[in-house]
């Protein structure tokens, strides 16, 4: 543990540190409309075979507290945080029922202090020792907003969990969100279901309305700077529900490294694929665009993480301790 004794420590108790999905939103142009064909039509689903694996992935993230550490001697105030992040992946075989417990591959966990710059700490983890064992955060800082570098760390654990499955034979790896870090050989798509503007040639919009249940648009070529890295993918619109317009599109994502051939390959698979795993009205408020599995992956992360209560008491007594008695709040 890093001698805290020469810090001042404030926690931010009467707020949590917003980790804002906006920052996972694209920064994005399109490259070419036309990737995949200069006439824009609808497309069909290719169905997928009975017996065939599908993996979902999906990550969490939460304040465990906000603190703010002050170095005397360099007359410096540093915003931190004490975050956990989670991710996991499920597989499940196409047509066939699968028990959660035996769906459920991957649940990985990583915790971290992240500070904003300028604080110099020896230690690289902060270790609290509890009953039921250690519970460990690793110190990190970062020259930019916090949220951004929460939401980068998440995309790699959710890589981390997607290359762990891989080994499952799964012929689409669907990731909750866009892709925020390169994906190389993985059959992975980012799975966009809030559209916050339309990427779409000028006859795209009227494609996007004639799409039915099953099918979806062609392939783009687009670039997107997330989290300070530029990204390379193919993108395209699927329409998961029934309703009419462009209600029930969601929007799908690739690593452009795959290569044109292969993710008209996916892409096929994802047309087919997201209606089926499409929630319904009557149980999900953000159906259908919000996938089953991943609405079950979520809550396990979410209680996988632990509890959020007794993690801020700890976090809050053991640094309280170890800091001197003035300039606490």
């Not at 200069?38 to 065939?52: F, H, Q």
């Not at 890589?159 to 799964?170: H, N």
Request: proline share 5%; charged share 30%.
């Amino acid at each position: 543990m890093p001698d805290w004794g020469k810090f001042r420590i404030s926690f931010g108790g009467w707020r949590l540190l917003t980790l804002s999905d906006h920052t996972l939103e694209e920064s994005q142009t399109v490259e070419d409309y036309y990737a995949e064909a200069e006439v824009w039509e609808p497309l069909d689903g290719k169905p997928v075979e009975r017996g065939k694996k599908v993996a979902f992935v999906d990550g969490v993230r939460r304040t465990e507290h906000a603190v703010y550490i002050e170095d005397p001697k360099e007359a410096a105030v540093v915003e931190g945080a004490f975050v956990s992040i989670g991710a996991g992946a499920l597989v499940l075989v196409f047509g066939e029922p699968t028990p959660l417990e035996e769906a459920l591959k991957e649940a990985l966990v990583e915790r971290y202090l992240l500070l904003r710059d300028r604080l110099v700490i020896s230690e690289p983890v902060v270790r609290f020792v509890t009953r039921a064992g250690v519970l460990e955060f690793k110190v990190l800082k970062t020259d930019g907003e916090l949220s951004p570098k929460v939401n980068e760390l998440m995309g790699k654990l959710e890589l981390k969990a997607a290359r762990g499955v891989i080994k499952e034979g799964a012929v689409l790896i669907i990731t909750d969100g866009p892709l925020r870090v390169p994906a190389g050989s993985l059959p992975l798509v980012g799975y966009v279901k809030k559209q916050n503007r339309l990427y779409l040639p000028p006859e795209g919009m009227e494609v996007l309305r004639a799409l039915k249940k099953g099918q979806r648009t062609p392939v783009m070529l687009t670039k997107a700077v997330r989290d300070g890295r530029t990204l390379e993918c193919f993108t395209w619109y699927v329409k998961v529900g029934d309703g009419e317009g462009i209600t029930g599109v969601a929007r799908v994502e690739a690593d452009a490294s795959l290569g044109l051939e292969r993710v008209k390959e996916l892409a096929d698979l994802t047309a087919f694929l997201l209606p089926v795993y499409a929630s319904e009205e009557f149980n999900d408020e953000r159906a259908p665009q919000n996938l089953v599995p991943v609405k079950y992956l979520e809550a396990f992360l979410r209680r996988h993480l632990g509890s959020q209560a007794l993690i801020r008491r700890l976090v809050a007594e053991v640094m309280l301790r170890r800091a001197p008695r003035r300039g606490l709040a």
